[in-house]
Each structure stands twice: as C-alpha cells, then as structure tokens.
Nanobody
Framework: QVQLLESGGGLVHPGGSLRLPCAAS????????MGWYRQAPGKQRELVATITSGGRTSYADSVKGRFTISRDNAKNTMYLQMSSLKPEDTADYYC???????????????WGQGTQVTVAS
C-alpha cells in the first residue's frame, strides 16, 4: 500500500557528487520525519540525515558539510545531495519515512529497498 522508491545510485569517483531521490507513493495521509540511512558491507545500518515535515534537518557528523537533505512535500519526495564523496561513503543507501495512512492512524515506519553507491577511482 505504501512504497518508498530510491534511485540515483551508482559508481562515482572520489570528490564527485550524486543526488538520490526517494519517492513515497500509495495510501498516504501525511509524512512526518523522513531520513536517509546507509549500510556498508559488514557494518550496521547507520543514520545519515533526517528532515522533518517542517524542514528541520540533522546530519551524521561524517557527512556534515558534504551532504544536503531536502524534501518536496507536495510530491512526497525526499532528496539527498551528496558532494565531495569519499570511498568510505560507499554503501547501500535506504530512505525511511514515518507516516500515517489516514487521519488518526498510528505513525508507521516504512523503508525503501535501497540504492547502491560506490565511490572508487
């Protein structure tokens, strides 16, 4: 009923940039906080950045000043602009949304399937 679809991943050289969109679709009443997470091979999934419905953002220290999270509430879409990429940014990137499907419904967490980002020469 609800889908989160990430795209925009790929192979990029160190110092390069990528933009990851995440589009939410389906039976959605409202979306609260959205976020990007990543999981590198052999490591736990970690928080990259979050953005509230009002546009308040927060970032992991490792990406501050390099990544920018944004969202278009009218399109139920979130973006992650990644710049000055480093090999250690290599990971599968997942979007998350806390949303309700109708007025008064509980807030439920949804995840996308992930998009792979590889930073290598």
């Amino acid at each position: 009923q609800v889908q989160l679809l990430e795209s925009g991943g790929g192979l990029v050289h160190p110092g390069g940039s990528l933009r990851l969109p995440c589009a939410a679709s389906g039976s959605i009443f409202s979306i609260n906080t959205m976020g990007w997470y990543r999981q590198a091979p052999g490591k736990q999934r970690e928080l990259v950045a979050t953005i509230t419905s009002g546009g308040r953002t927060s970032y992991a220290d490792s990406v501050k000043g390099r990544f920018t999270i944004s969202r278009d509430n009218a399109k139920n879409t979130m973006y992650l602009q990644m710049s000055s990429l480093k090999p250690e940014d290599t990971a599968d990137y997942y979007c998350n949304a806390l949303l309700t499907q109708y007025r008064g419904a509980p807030i439920i967490s949804y995840w996308g399937q992930g998009t792979q980002v590889t930073v290598a020469s």
